[in-house]
């Protein structure tokens, strides 16, 4: 066990350093540096001075080295857009994306596991087909779409809920601002969880009820009736664990799509965090930020999936090996 | 003369299909008494195992049972539904699987699975289910068992997994007990143990047992009566030794023939032709008639004569010089 | 793409394709399912609007000088306060008819997306072949970094793409290569599942004796990948197609209403539902409304299609 967790950790550094090395690449050769830093007056002793401090000159392994250096330390250079450290503005918008998303798959995962046992257990009723058919609608409907009617149907037409941005925000200790403590910050944050959610929320659904569905079929459930076990235990106890196994995994791929996905979400309702910020630099080739975006968000991803993997092993006993079994 | 435990009356089965209603099993009649061992014998597809289910409720809808009547123990069964028919299912009726590798839940525990059983059926304490499950273990010797209940199980071989079902099945005491097919997914070596087990629990308890098997050696060895099903309908029933020393259906003489029984001293292997046919494709007459060696007009437009009048549904039963 | 997988199904000779076709399991797996119908005719008609947009449309919304200021927010069927003219989806703010533009921006959505589905199809195609007919390091090298492309959804690896390429346009032609770009990102983003079901398909068809044969006779690889070989993948690729093409239309849609896509000059769909987006709270929903329709009628019956087509290829899945 231990063994196998040494080498999903060092499959995850190996990834890392895959998406380092695309990073620094852009770091290194789109657009030059040079002229991104220093405006039209320029003397070519600054340029040479530059290339220096910035260690251009050296070889490509020890930049790329020292690449990976800097951003182990949070250290990505300056936006070129607004001069000032990436890592600065990464920490100040983090907050917003990080509570948004966490509200997203709290629903998403919530919903997506309950929709899904329930479609898959009344499996011939009206109610369970008609879940059905809306999730298909729910999957072919592009994220943008569904915030814009959300944001015409509850802020244009009913007038209840703000369309944009976060409501107030409460300070908590140094860098961390969140919506979570006000009523206004609470009401900012429905309508962007539920655009957020709903796709991974049908994607869940649909996943737990075709699972479900396999392991209702399967020998050890139709013993399990057979030994005159409730429903619920046949459903709950045992089904629904043994669905739990191959959901596990892409419920923490979707945990982190949820955070690539706040970049649309975040658009359509101008919510201040990080996927706002990746966005517009794109718009703007603010390749600083772009990169450490692309850092930030593998490193959330390789965790996440670590994780998952460390879950596993406590699901599956059958993944346990360091127990041995008698034959 | 006593009750027997359980009692199946004219029992059919229907599955709506595309072409047409189809009857896996259409009016079976026999009883198990206590302690009793009933061997159902038949190709796949005969409807034995169709007949078990709808003991037990547990036909795959839309499967359904269309007529007929099953007592347990004097009380009439099939109309039960829902919760009732739960209620019996592992307390008053066991059941036993054939695959031992796919019965049981791979991720709880042995044990969990043992003390859920219990619970869920007698009025005793966790601890106290806890304790039982040990003992069942035991008794269905598996070596260690206050180690091994913590066990998952993976961590078993095939036979040993084959004696934890029995032991989940027979963990409440039902009065009868069908077994599935028990034996064929497992070595060879290991069956005649599982049989051996079987037959040593069931009649230590007094347990009634239906012992579904394609496999007449081990019907030979373990039942006390035998049905043979062909095409959803009971050929023959009669005591163990009479049906397989002397056969009257010819299915069963050709049943038999077929078998490598050392005891028997048989001549050589037989087959008999063709196959069973589709229950989409049922023939007139006797369902048998297209292999019968001994087939006449008879049996080509009239169906079998019911079981009542003899010991095989066959309008000309062989007897026992005819048989040799 | 749905068309293009008529011919692909039947194969026989004598008779014509087209009654080898109208006698075949698809066709008629197709005629009994209402929804494949609905949906294919309303991608047909989708497309069909779109290649013949220059005839259809009313105005062309890109030639200045058949716009008219003063129709600027005219609402649809009634006529212009100023000018009398009255138009069906009525206009924006720049007095562009909205029929036209959806007209003309649902012929970018569709060449975007169908473009990027053919690149990654390509693209992905050779890499399976070569990876799974050749083995060894190039396979571990193509195979590793698809894994590492699949940790990420590909709509963020489309943006990384678009960005890097649009740091590596020159600013003056930014605008003009913008369709090229979301091609190339798009597709790029795409290629992973073409590779793995071909890579698939040519493990197991390289083990088989005509394979060996071929080789014994001296053919060349490329000769055996591609006569051989792939015939073999068509069908799931196809399948893969379809269901690709719904998502590159959505990923278009949405790199374009991000601003990360087709320029205001050449309007997608996205693109017009990010300029009428900002008119929601002033009331000219019909700027919004019809392109949101549209792109919904689009997406829906091509992922319809593509569901259907799966389950009529391939009876096993589900």
């Known amino acids: 066990m231990l063994a196998f967790i040494i080498r999903r950790i060092g499959q995850s550094i190996l990834v890392l350093l895959i998406v380092g090395l695309v990073a620094f690449s852009m770091f290194r050769f789109v657009g030059d540096p040079i002229d991104n830093m220093l405006g039209q007056e320029r003397t070519i002793e600054d340029v040479e001075r530059l290339r ?143 655009t957020l959610g709903l796709y991974q929320m049908t994607l869940i659904m649909r996943l737990v009820r075709s699972e479900m569905l396999e392991v209702l079929r399967q020998d050890y459930i139709r013993f399990a009736r057979a030994r005159g076990l409730t429903d619920r235990v046949v459903n709950f106890r045992h089904a629904l664990k043994n669905t739990m196994v191959p959901v596990v995994t892409v419920i923490g791929l979707q945990l982190g799509a949820i955070i690539a996905f706040a970049i649309i979400t975040e658009t359509v309702f101008q919510w201040p965090g990080v996927g706002l910020l990746f966005i517009n630099a794109i718009q703007f080739v603010d390749i600083p930020v772009m990169a450490a975006y692309l850092m930030l968000i593998s490193v959330m991803f390789v965790g996440i999936n670590l994780i998952v993997d460390i879950l596993y092993v406590f699901i599956d006993p059958r993944l346990r090996v360091d127990r041995t079994g008698a034959h | 003369m006593t009750t027997p435990v359980l009692s199946i009356r004219n029992l059919s089965v229907e599955i709506p299909t595309r072409g047409g209603v189809v009857k896996p099993v259409d009016g079976v009649s026999y009883d198990i008494a206590k302690g009793e061992i009933l061997g159902v014998v038949g190709e796949s597809g005969a409807g034995k195992s169709m007949a078990g289910n709808a003991v037990i409720g547990l036909l795959n809808p839309p499967a ?103 032991a989940l099945a027979l963990c409440a005491e039902p009065s009868l007990v069908i077994a599935d097919e028990p034996t064929t997914a497992l070595d060879v070596s290991v069956q005649a143990q599982i049989i051996a087990l079987l037959k040593r629990l069931c009649r230590e308890r007094g347990t009634a047992v239906m012992l579904i098997t394609h496999d007449m050696g081990v019907i030979a060895e373990t039942a006390d009566r035998v049905a043979v099903m062909y095409a959803g309908r009971l050929a023959e029933l009669g005591d163990v030794r009479d049906v397989l020393t002397a056969p009257q259906h010819p299915y069963t003489h050709g049943l038999m023939a077929s078998t490598p029984l050392a005891s028997l001293g048989q001549r050589r292997l037989h087959q008999i032709p063709g196959s069973m046919p589709r229950l989409t494709q049922m023939p007139d007459g006797c369902a048998f008639h297209p292999r019968c060696p001994q087939a006449q007009d008879k049996c080509r437009q009239a169906p079998s004569p019911d079981l009542a009048d003899g010991r095989a549904s066959c309008w000309f039963p062989m007897m026992a010089e005819a048989a040799e | 793409m749905a068309e293009t997988s008529i011919p692909l199904s039947t194969k026989e000779h004598d008779k014509g394709r087209w009654q080898r076709f109208r006698e075949s399991d698809f066709f008629y797996a197709f005629k009994r399912s209402p929804v494949a119908i609905v949906s294919f005719a309303v991608v047909a008609l989708l497309v069909l609007a779109a290649v013949f947009a220059p005839l259809i449309a009313p105005t062309n919304p890109f030639d200045p000088a058949s716009l008219n200021l003063m129709n600027g927010f005219t609402p649809p069927m009634e006529p212009n306060a100023f000018t009398q003219e009255s138009f069906l989806m009525g206009t924006d703010d720049q007095g562009r008819d909205v029929f036209s533009t959806i007209l003309y921006g649902m012929r970018i959505s569709l060449f975007v997306g169908i473009s990027a ?194 389950d009529a290829l391939n009876p096993r899945l589900r």
């Open chain 2, 64 to 166: 359904h049972i269309s007529a007929g009547e099953i007592w347990l123990n004097g009380t009439r069964i099939d109309p039960l539904q829902g919760e009732a028919m739960r209620r019996l299912r592992g307390k008053e009726i066991g059941m036993i699987f054939q695959d031992p590798l796919t019965s049981l839940n791979p991720l709880l525990t042995i044990g969990d699975q043992l003390a859920e059983t219990i619970l869920t059926h007698l009025p005793v304490s966790r601890s106290e289910a806890e304790k039982r499950a040990v003992a069942a273990l035991e008794e269905v010797g598996i070596p260690g068992a206050a180690e091994r209940i913590d066990s998952y199980p993976h961590e078993f071989s095939g036979g040993m997994r084959q004696r934890v079902v029995i």
């Open chain 3, 117 to 310: 589905v053919l690149f990654a199809m390509v693209l992905g195609i050779v890499l399976g072949l070569v990876s799974g007919y050749f083995g060894g390091w190039t396979e571990t090298i193509i195979m590793r970094i698809a894994d590492v492309q699949l940790t990420f959804p590909s709509i963020l690896v489309a943006m990384l793409i678009f960005g890097v390429a649009k740091g590596f346009t020159p600013v003056e032609y930014r605008d003009q290569m913008a369709i090229w770009v979301l091609i190339l990102a798009i597709g790029l983003s795409d290629w992973v599942q073409f590779a793995r079901v071909v890579r698939g398909a040519t493990l197991v068809e390289k083990s088989k004796d005509y394979v060996a044969a071929a080789r014994l006779i001296g053919r060349s690889p490329w000769a055996i990948m591609i006569r051989h070989i792939l015939p073999n993948a068509m069908s799931p690729v196809l399948v893969i197609a379809t269901i690709s093409l719904a998502l590159a239309i959505i990923a278009e849609a949405t790199l374009s209403f991000l601003g990360v896509g087709a320029p205001p000059t050449q309007p997608s769909l996205g693109t017009l539902i990010r300029i009428g987006q900002g008119f929601l709270f002033s009331g000219e929903w019909w700027i919004l409304f019809f392109p949101a329709c549209t792109l919904l009628g689009l997406a829906l019956s091509v992922n319809l299609l593509g569901d259907w087509l799966r």
């Open chain 1, 52 to 194: 220096t401090q910035l260690g251009l000159d050296q070889p490509f392994p020890v930049q790329y080295y020292r690449f990976l250096e800097g951003a182990a330390q949070g250290n990505f250079g300056v936006s070129y857009r607004q001069g000032r450290p990436v890592s600065e503005i990464l920490l100040e918008r983090a907050p917003a994306t990080l509570e948004l998303a966490a509200v997203s798959g709290m629903l998403a995962i919530v919903f997506g596991i309950a929709l899904g046992v329930f479609t898959a257990i009344r499996r011939n009723g009206a109610t369970a087909n008609i879940i059905m058919a809306t999730s298909l609608i729910g999957v072919s409907l592009p994220t943008f779409l569904i915030g814009i009617l959300l944001i015409y149907l509850f802020s244009v037409e009913l007038g209840w809920l703000p369309s944009f941005g976060r409501g107030e925000t409460v300070q908590i200790g140094e860098s961390w601002t969140t919506g979570f403590l006000t009523i206004s910050g609470l009401k900012a944050l429905i309508l962007p969880s539920i």
